[in-house]
């Protein structure tokens, strides 16, 4: 059987059925109404103003490249600019091919390319160091945690360093959900409290931070990425098959073939949350050692680095004395997802 004309343009054939609405597209069609959609995400919730220096969160991975191309199409009508900063987190045989293919696109684009590193960012701590310190201490299972708070703080300071005036990262829908089940299985209310929005004001001196394709789904963003001829990597880090995402992620699989709506439902009950007072996180302060927010008296990322360097390697993320808890790598192994402060997705 043929297939069937474009629901819109009535013309070309019909390349896909939209996963979320089932209407018959071609590919062009599908790509305008993709960028049509973040562009209202981002309107709607103000989360760009004209004049914004953007830093894209740039991993090689699909979502941040195709964060990185729809902005760059909608950039002339927003009226910002842009700019990639790729964090290089020091994780042989998998970062160095990752950049790779961000200065593939930082060149075909156009776009100014920042690299920031761990190992000159945290006094030569990289990834693999890391990994090797917590080896053996039943600590190595958190490497993405670890990495994640890492992460976020490397992204400011790239961010900072381009002079940028808001951050952009490329979670997407299917992570936000993933990130809302984990915090449901940690009982984490105080992370569920703040993993709500598209994304957070910039509190504390921070830079505001949002995330444009937080209401696409994953397929839809592959998709996009093949309707577009994309070029992106998309291995997984060495460090991704041991984190408690992943089985967040097989989770929300069987959720969603009983219940389609199941990814969206999580995103959107996230921002609905309210909690009872008792429950609400204190308000945040300012870390005593870097200034960061910080809702203890280190940061995360300051705590993180003093436990590595007096080698007890711990993090105070998740609840109570436990201490240590397994945040996982976001979907194609971005680590863009990093919990506390503000416990939403990091990057
Ligand atoms: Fe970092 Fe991502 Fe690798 Fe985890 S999977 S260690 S978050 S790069
Ligand atoms: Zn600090």
Redesign the pocket.
Do not use: H, Q
């Given at each position: 059987m043929p297939a069937p004309q474009c629901a819109t343009c009535h013309k070309a054939r019909a390349a896909l059925r939209r996963p979320r609405s089932g209407r018959a597209l071609c590919g062009a069609c599908f790509c305008a109404a993709f960028e049509a959609e973040v562009l209202h995400t981002v309107v709607a919730g103000r989360l760009l103003p004209s004049g914004a220096v953007v830093a894209v969160g740039a991993?090689g991975g699909k979502d941040s490249t195709v964060l990185a191309h729809v902005l760059q199409v909608l950039a002339p009508r927003l009226g910002i600019s842009l700019r990639l900063v790729a964090v290089d987190?020091g994780?042989g045989g998998?970062?160095d091919a990752a950049l790779a293919a961000v200065r593939r696109q930082a060149a075909r684009w156009e776009l100014p390319l920042t690299v920031v590193a761990y190992a000159d960012l945290f006094g030569g701590w990289t990834?693999d160091a890391v990994?090797r310190s917590t080896a053996g201490s039943g600590r190595s299972r958190a490497?993405?945690?670890?990495?994640?708070v890492l992460?976020r703080r490397a992204l400011e300071e790239g961010a900072r360093l381009v002079g940028a005036t808001h951050i952009v990262t490329g979670h997407n829908a299917d992570d936000m959900a993933e990130t809302v089940l984990m915090n449901f299985l940690r009982g984490d209310a105080a992370r569920l409290a703040r993993g709500g929005g598209l994304g957070s004001p910039g509190e504390g001196g921070a830079l505001p931070r949002c995330r444009p394709l937080q209401l696409a789904s994953q397929k839809e963003v592959v998709l996009y990425a093949h309707f577009r001829r994309l070029d992106y990597f998309s291995e997984?880090?060495?460090?991704?098959p041991e984190?408690f995402r992943g089985h967040a992620r097989h989770l929300l699989k069987l959720l969603e073939a009983a219940r389609p709506s199941a990814v969206l439902d999580l995103v959107h009950s996230a921002e609905r949350l309210a909690l009872a007072p008792a429950a609400r996180p204190p308000a945040p302060g300012a870390c005593s050692r870097c200034g960061a927010l910080a809702s203890r008296a280190l940061c995360q990322a300051c705590a993180l680095l003093d436990g590595l360097n007096r080698g007890r390697p711990r993090l105070a993320i998740g609840k109570g004395r436990r201490g240590l808890d397994e945040?996982?790598?976001?979907r194609d192994?971005?680590?863009?997802?990093?919990p506390a402060p503000d416990a939403v997705p990091a990057f």
């Open positions: 991993s987190e994780i998998y970062r990834m990994a490497c993405c945690t670890f990495c994640g992460r997984e880090c060495v460090y991704a984190a945040a996982g790598p976001p192994g971005e680590p863009e997802r990093a």
